[in-house]
């Protein structure tokens, strides 16, 4: 089992920067394939980005591509999403989650394919 934990998460100005960073326990962490998600009050979670086992493959949502960049540590057992440029439509809960499909790939985008999720760190961005 892993247990994840969020952080990073804060109010910024559009046009600002935050990091988001998660910290998983237990000494598997190499062997789940890492998302990072996010969810607005009444909206179901939207898939945000995907990093692959090793950290050589990622995959980003449309609405992400060129402003955020996953990246993972598998000796501190930690992922993390520098998200630029963010625009107030980025404002939501953002959680991150470990999965054991084989990612990246379509299925990865799915929240129902993840096994362990965080809390959630949330992230608001301003006009």
């Known amino acids: 089992q892993v247990q994840l934990a969020e952080s990073g998460g804060g109010l910024v100005q559009a046009g600002g920067s935050l990091r988001l960073s998660c910290a998983a326990s237990?000494?598997?962490?190499?062997?789940?394939?890492m998302g990072w998600f996010r969810q607005v009050p009444g909206k179901e979670r939207e898939f945000v980005s995907v990093i692959s086992r090793r950290g050589t493959s990622t995959y980003y949502a449309n609405s992400a591509k060129g402003r955020f960049t996953i990246s993972r540590d598998n000796a501190k057992s930690t992922v993390t999403l520098q998200m630029d440029s963010l625009k107030p439509e980025d404002t939501a809960l953002y959680y991150c989650?470990?999965?054991?499909?084989?990612?990246?790939?379509?299925?990865?985008?799915?929240?129902?394919?993840?096994?362990?999720w965080g809390q959630g760190t949330q992230v608001s961005v301003s006009s």
């Open positions: 989650a470990a999965t054991r499909i084989d990612c990246p790939g379509y299925g990865c985008s799915r929240d129902r394919g993840y096994d362990y």
């Open positions: 237990g000494r598997t962490f190499s062997s789940y394939a």
